[in-house]
């Protein structure tokens, strides 16, 4: 109040002076009355006016909060706030202009924890680069075990990987237990090791591929490429490292290991699908006077050859393939509707224009289906009995109204532990599990995100597939190796 009042005092004496001098400099005796009480009724207007505005300033000046004591809006809040409570994220609503505002900032959310997943040591690479030149061709079997091209495709710098660290992450002891030792330790190659060479090559029985070579590699020649040389894929085929993870998973155990790994000048700067080459790989047929079709395929499932033991006769159109293998390669096609093994001209669904099977021509000729013939039909050489899944590029824009019957046909049994994944209702967090391992994969289909859409696409085909079985009879049976 003492402040208020010496301020009032201060304007009224200003006012005074103010007025007088006024009088004085306009000869205010001289006017006539009328005129000297105009006068004096403005200057009382003025004096008023001043007065009542200084007034309502004062008091609000009187209530305005001093920052720095205790009745400040930041002292209060501060006060208020208990300090184990600093994740909530709160504001003081204003009342006037002049309130100060402030924000408190919100407790920071951990991430999601993932099982089964021990961060890698930090792993510097240098890669070092031949020169190449030439143009990349359709290799010919020249009827050598392999026919290497020896085109030097031209590439001047080969590994786009050198982050420092490993995209392979592991953040516990143990990966998850359908993984191998073995798996593990070609899943880091593939997505680590220092390249030196990108070759063009053609093995015995299958079309050209786009091999790279390590450091650890000794030689040059494709059959001694063992566990050190690598197949580099179209961006396109980015499905062949989710159907790794799905084989394994599954515990089926019949795919090569794949990683997604990023090259510079390799797909454009996108990641590659890169799968770890196996020189003892080849056809099941590789004699050109043999043929696997559909109608000899058919008659093998039904003598069910090598089951129990029992030699095939030559009328079954046996291979040296197991009949479990059959049922096992059918499960892991039909999730992912992979068609060019068992049905390359797309006989059994309707394609799209940009499939293989209606740019090649193919879908035409689904008159004659027994005489279509099977396709990347392999095995290794030392193990004739067992198959492997090679070139597993899957497709997920198929809806359930399209999927491929025609993969189930002549299939009687199928085996126990896969069948018992699809049922447990634990095949999302297992292949979230998996598939989380290989960052740069998990980034390049969106985070999980887009790992859960791919998912849910094979789930709704696992509750289908799961359906047929009840419908159609089908037993489940173990199928060990």
Same mark, same amino acid.
């Given at each position: ?15 005074? *002076? $103010? ?12 006017? #006539? ?51 184990? %409570? ?39 690479? =240098? ?7 030439? +143009?990349?061709?359709?290799?010919? %079997? ?5 026919? +290497? ?5 031209? *590439? ?26 073995? %798996? ?11 390249? +030196? ?5 053609? /093995? ?26 690598? @197949? ?17 998973? $599954? ?20 990641? &590659? ?9 080849? /056809? ?10 559909? #109608? ?7 003598? =069910? &050859? ?12 046996? +291979? ?17 509707? @992979? ?6 001209? &797309? ?9 293989? &099977? ?18 990347? @039909? ?52 297992? $292949? ?50």
């Amino acid at each position: 109040m003492d402040t208020h009042s010496s301020r009032l005092g201060n304007v009224w004496f200003s006012l005074i *002076y $103010l007025s007088v001098s006024f009088l004085k400099v306009c000869n205010f005796w001289k006017y #006539s009355a009328f005129r000297k009480y105009l006068i004096i009724a403005v200057v009382c207007f003025v004096y008023l006016f001043f007065t009542v505005h200084v007034s309502r300033t004062s008091t609000r000046q009187d209530k305005r909060p001093d920052l720095w004591t205790g009745n400040s809006v930041y002292s209060q809040s501060k006060n208020d706030q208990d300090p184990a %409570d600093g994740e909530v994220n709160e504001s003081v609503s204003p009342t006037r202009s002049n309130v100060v505002y402030i924000t408190l900032k919100s407790k920071r959310h951990k991430p999601a924890i993932i099982r089964g997943t021990v961060r890698p040591k930090l792993r510097r690479k =240098k890669v070092k680069v031949r020169q190449q030149s030439g +143009t990349q061709g359709k290799a010919k %079997d020249a009827g050598h075990n392999t026919s +290497t091209l020896n085109k030097r495709l031209g *590439y001047s710098e080969l590994d786009g990987s050198d982050t420092g660290y490993s995209t392979i992450r592991i953040y516990s002891e143990k990966a998850p237990p359908w993984f191998s030792s073995d %798996d593990i330790t070609a899943m880091r190659f593939l997505a680590d090791c220092k390249i +030196t060479q990108i070759d063009e090559v053609a /093995p015995r029985g299958f079309s050209s591929l786009i091999l790279f070579k390590s450091a650890t590699n000794g030689t040059n020649d494709v059959d001694e490429c063992r566990k050190c040389c690598g @197949i580099v894929k179209r961006p396109l085929d980015m499905s062949e490292v989710f159907a790794f993870h799905l084989d394994r998973v $599954l515990g089926l155990n019949r795919t090569l290991p794949a990683v997604s790994r990023r090259f510079h000048s390799l797909g454009d700067g996108q990641p &590659c699908p890169v799968v770890l080459w196996d020189p003892s790989l080849s /056809p099941v047929v590789d004699q050109p006077s043999e043929k696997l079709n559909w #109608s000899s395929y058919q008659t093998s499932l039904k003598h =069910k &050859c090598w089951h129990r033991g029992v030699i095939p006769k030559p009328e079954w159109s046996c +291979t040296s393939i197991h009949h479990h293998e059959w049922s096992k390669l059918v499960v892991f096609d039909f999730l992912l509707q @992979i068609y060019e093994r068992l049905d390359k001209n &797309c006989c059994g669904f309707k394609p799209r224009p940009e499939d293989t &099977c209606v740019e090649l021509g193919h879908h035409e000729e689904c008159k004659d289906k027994d005489g279509i013939e099977l396709r990347h @039909i392999v095995h290794r050489k030392h193990d004739p009995q067992h198959l492997v899944f090679f070139n597993n590029k899957g497709y997920f824009d198929r809806d359930e109204g399209n999927l491929n019957f025609r993969l189930l046909e002549g299939i009687k049994e199928l085996p126990d532990q896969p069948v018992s994944v699809l049922r447990s209702q634990r095949l999302r967090e297992k $292949l979230l599990q998996s598939l989380f391992l290989d960052q740069q994969y998990w980034d390049s289909q969106g985070g999980r995100q887009g790992i859960e859409k791919l998912i849910d696409v094979i789930e709704r085909r696992a509750k289908v597939l799961l359906t047929y079985i009840n419908a159609h009879g089908i037993k489940v049976v173990p199928m060990n190796s």
